[in-house]
């Protein structure tokens, strides 16, 4: 048992020592030395002495470089406090070096603001001013005429914030001369070419007036000035014709001619709140756009009004026909009756009066009780035919406002239900319901005002019609009863 023990603790130790060998090996490898094997001890001892001597040169040239380093370090040390002490003295210098200035900084401010005295408000008015100037010429038409301003009062204004040196006399009288252009100019009246953007989307390149620093006016009326783009662009719709007309008397004026103008003082607010307004059309609607749109199938609906608007548009277009119609007949018949009167003998069956004296013509033997019976038939028969037509035209007069009731009513109705859904904060909701209320209110009586004076004027002519029929026929019973009373006697 202990030899095998023993057999096996000697297998280790030569395990270990060929291990320890190979990594001797390695190491002496890496190292770049030679690896000389020994195949005897006296070779193994004289490999160790030869390594021994090797080893000890190289420890001695080690050491002398490890003392050389050690020197030089020694040296780039004192060299470095050296060069500390040196930047510590420098620094006191500078430290004093700096308080000194501070103190000179000082004593020169106060000198310079002693100086300037009131200068140093009118330089800071001075920048104020600039940087309004620059302001007012970016928005302002005169900027398209005369071009370049801002960028000098931009950077005049950048210079005084920023910097501490101050505006030349020939900056100042600069501004000054600007101002004083700005001025001149906004009371003029110009022309010059530009280009306006077209709502289609291409430049086109014309002449332009321009009125002071308010309004431009082009060859089709007023020209829309964009701040933000600095640039011309043609308005989505000229203002009322009143306005428009002025505008182009304005363009085509010859130079000290003096034409009216409508002038926006406001610089484009009132004309923008003017191009807003509804027209006549928008108001009232077109005779087919609520069709082409799809709205409702009734002329007109498409307007503020709505389908009660649409309705009441009709019945008033209906009931004016009507009265029209009937004040050209009575004219014609009662030029036919007046040519009657004048010749009574010839009864003319074309007009209500020779039909009346055609009866009597018929009926000359009878009695007088008859043909007066039979004389106010005939009358009576004539009259229906005057009066045609004229009791429609007054029903539509009396129905008309109560039409536009009905429309008040709606509106007003719609729009307390848009307050109750969305409140009172956008009065643009209920625009809509106030629109058709007060439309319909105004188009009931534009028809109910027209048709009743229409009425009017037709029921008089018919009833003076009438009235002639009436005088005419009984003027031929009185003749006829004087000649049956001088038969009789």
């Given at each position: 048992m202990k030899y095998w023990i023993r057999l096996g603790l000697v297998s280790l130790v030569c395990v270990f020592g060929m291990t320890a060998a190979a990594q001797e090996e390695n190491i002496l490898e890496e190292a770049g030395l030679e690896v000389v094997k020994a195949n005897s001890l006296d070779e193994l001892l004289k490999n160790i002495q030869d390594r021994r001597v090797v080893e000890n040169r190289e420890h001695a040239s080690r050491e002398a470089e490890f003392k050389a380093a050690k020197e030089n370090q020694q040296r780039l040390l004192n060299e470095a406090r050296a060069e500390q002490q040196r930047l510590e003295r420098r620094s006191e210098q500078l430290d004093t070096q700096y308080e000194s200035n501070e103190v000179r900084i000082g004593d020169l401010q106060e000198l310079l603001d002693d100086r300037l005295g009131s200068l140093r408000e009118l330089f800071g008015v001075l920048q104020q001013?600039?940087?309004?100037?620059?302001?007012?010429?970016?928005?302002?038409?005169?900027?398209?005429?005369?071009?370049?301003?801002?960028?000098?009062?931009?950077?005049?204004?950048?210079?005084?914030?920023?910097?501490?040196?101050?505006?030349?006399?020939?900056?100042?009288?600069?501004?000054?001369?600007?101002?004083?252009?700005?001025?001149?100019?906004?009371?003029?009246?110009?022309?010059?070419?530009?280009?306006?953007n077209m709502l289609s989307g291409n430049q086109v390149a014309t002449d332009v007036v321009r009125?002071?620093?308010?309004?431009?006016?082009?060859?089709?009326?007023?020209?829309?000035?964009?701040?933000?783009?600095?640039?011309?662009?043609?308005?989505?719709?000229?203002?009322?014709?009143?306005f428009t007309g002025s505008a182009e008397d304005l363009y085509e004026a010859d130079p000290g001619e003096l034409v009216g103008f409508a002038l926006d003082p406001t610089r484009g607010s009132l004309l923008s709140l003017e191009i807003q307004r509804a027209t006549l059309g928008e108001m009232v609607g077109t005779p087919f756009g609520?069709?082409?749109?799809?709205?409702?199938?009734?002329?007109?609906?498409?307007?503020?009004?709505?389908?009660?608007?649409?309705?009441?548009?009709?019945?008033?277009?209906?009931?004016?026909?009507?009265?029209?119609?009937?004040?050209?007949?009575?004219?014609?018949?009662?030029?036919?009756?007046?040519?009657?009167?004048?010749?009574?003998?010839?009864?003319?069956?074309?007009?209500?009066?020779?039909?009346?004296?055609?009866?009597?013509?018929?009926?000359?033997?009878?009695?007088?009780?008859?043909?007066?019976?039979?004389?106010?038939e005939a009358v009576l028969q004539e009259t229906p035919k005057i009066s045609r037509n004229i009791a429609i035209v007054q029903v539509i007069s009396v129905v008309a406002p109560l039409m536009g009731l009905l429309g008040t009513v709606i509106g007003m109705i719609q729009t307390f239900q848009a307050i109750t859904l969305y409140g009172t904060g956008d009065p643009k909701i209920m625009a809509s319901g106030i629109s058709t209320a007060l439309m319909t209110t105004v188009l009931g009586l534009c028809v109910a005002i027209p048709t009743v004076l229409l009425h009017a004027l037709t029921h008089q002519r018919s009833r003076s019609l009438i009235h002639v029929l009436d005088e005419q026929s009984e003027g031929i019973i009185a003749q006829h009863a004087e000649e049956a009373g001088a038969k009789l006697g």
């Open positions: 001013v600039a940087g309004d100037a620059r302001g007012n010429f970016e928005g302002s038409i005169i900027s398209l005429e005369i071009p370049g301003r801002e960028a000098f009062l931009a950077d005049f204004a950048a210079r005084m914030g920023t910097a501490s040196e101050l505006a030349s006399i020939d900056e100042m009288e600069e501004i000054w001369s600007m101002l004083q252009q700005q001025m001149i100019e906004s009371s003029k009246v110009s022309s010059f070419s530009a280009s306006i009125v002071g620093e308010f309004n431009l006016v082009g060859p089709d009326g007023y020209i829309n000035f964009d701040v933000d783009l600095k640039a011309l662009t043609e308005l989505s719709r000229q203002p009322s014709a009143e609520g069709i082409a749109t799809g709205k409702c199938y009734l002329p007109f609906c498409d307007g503020q009004g709505g389908i009660v608007g649409s309705i009441i548009i009709l019945v008033g277009i209906v009931g004016v026909l009507l009265a029209l119609e009937r004040l050209v007949s009575l004219f014609f018949i009662a030029r036919k009756v007046n040519t009657q009167k004048e010749n009574p003998g010839e009864p003319d069956p074309g007009n209500p009066l020779g039909r009346v004296i055609g009866v009597y013509h018929n009926n000359r033997d009878i009695d007088t009780e008859t043909l007066q019976l039979k004389m106010g």
